[in-house]
């Protein structure tokens, strides 16, 4: 066995080796420039993660928080997630960022803020660097040049790097994944498949890349690759079975990657922004420095009669595959652009190949002048404006949402009770704040529906206002006695609802939702009083003992300001 063994890791070398196209050795001054790029990365990143005092974006708030909890309480939580009690995460939770949440954890610090923006920083620099870095690896002209390119890539780029989330592993390591797929470097390839799946929930990202790798070798008249294919998906496996919750984590992969996104155009209000696909002032305005500089060096190879090297054409496929998916749900922007940029580098040395610069530049000085500087100027311009663009989008919104109100529960709510908000996009902020309280969904409202259909409808009615009896119900079928109501526009009846009805007592009023609660047997004194004749009475004891019941049963009257 261990001969056979041998046997196969000296053929997979040996294959390897005669394969690989030769790469560059980076030396000092690519070293260099790599330091410089990431430096740059670091000080533009820095600067937009810091132009607020909070995380950018509600998920980060989540991530943080579960980075902190698995610190606190061991790095896999046992009993499902009580935190969200009516969502499939209760019984069926998987951590599918297990691997980001543990690169957290020594980031976190006191607030859970400052060590989290500059992780996040440190991310989206290092994407940069990696665009620097297959250059210089590829032998491509200008390597400084690309990751300026990426800079300019848009507005929307710039925020979905800001976001301390998962994706900006699954960034790097796609990335790192194609260039070793051109290199053909089989064991490296196979440590980043299995590594693949740890980090991030689309353990089917890599195969796919693999399945574009194979279709441009098919197109460029080479051998299929096989061997790449089978050690991407065996990698993807194994990361799977190595996975601590690899006993849920295929059902949460079905749920995230297909229910959701199937989901986002049915569920009312279930549709986030970053599901939107794109408009064309996004695409025009944002990211047309990409698409026109793709038609221009689609057209470069149809004029000049040039043919396409395979990584061209491995590139060019894999940015128009992301581009169909950005089409449909603008998230996939964060993979597009750099696999574009990619491209546009791969091209342009393809189109350059025998090509005497230094000659034409003399003996077109005026021309190449101008060229240089219009292309220098509009490179600058755009990037000035996504960096300027992003910075002053995450400026707008400098306080947490419901910050409020989630130190009010994490305050004065006992600890284990389950809150009944009216939608979703709180639990990131109260999850943070508040996190020895329960709540009932968090990131998606799918994982409600994939646990009881049924009552994701009453929930949907319920927070509309479109229930009769709304304490029953959410005594009965949550069971819970808290309840936040976010004062958003669809949520707004049942607000209104809640002042009216009796069964509901106000016991906070915060500036982004209103906090009541249900207490037990509540009896309408008044009603009770005016049915055995006494109306006058009624008047009188019923506020009176509704006030002692209420303040008997919570401990202290309704607050009406900040929390306490």
Known sequence: MKAAWRRLRERLSADDAQARSPAAAIGPKGFALLAGVFAVGCLVYGSMQFARPGLVGADAYYHTRIARLMAERGLVFEGGFPWTQASSWREHFADKEFAFHLLLIPFLGRDLTLGPKCLTALLAALVMALIAWMALRQRWPLPWLWPAVLLAAGVLLHLRLNLTRPHLLSICLTVIAAHLMLRRSVWALLLVALAYPLCYTAAHMLPALAAVYALACLLAARPFPWRTLGVVLSGTLLGLAFHPYRSEILHLWYTQNFEVLSNAFDLAGALAVEFQPPDGRLLVDDSGLLLFGTLGVC?????????????????????????????????????????????????????????DAAAWFRRHRIAASLCLAGGFALLVTQQLRGVTGAQEIIAQDARPRYEIESRWLGALVPAGETVFSCWWVSFPFLFHRAPAQHYLVGLDPTFMTADDPERFRLWVRISTGQEAEPADRILERFGARWVLAEKLEPHKPFLAQARRDRRFWLRFDGPEAAIFVIPPDVLPWAEVLAARGLEGPAAALGPLLSRALKAAWTGRPADTGGAK
């Not at 057209?299 to 940015?319: D, M, P």
């Not at 089409?327 to 597009?336: K, M, Q």
């Open 299 to 355: 057209l470069g190879f149809l004029l000049l009669g040039r043919r396409a090297s395979l990584r061209t054409i491995f590139l060019f496929a894999a940015s128009g595959a992301y581009l169909i998916l950005f089409l449909n749900v603008r998230r996939f922007v964060e993979y597009w652009a750099p696999f574009t940029v990619l491209f546009l580098a791969s091209g342009s040395a393809d189109l350059l190949e025998g090509f």
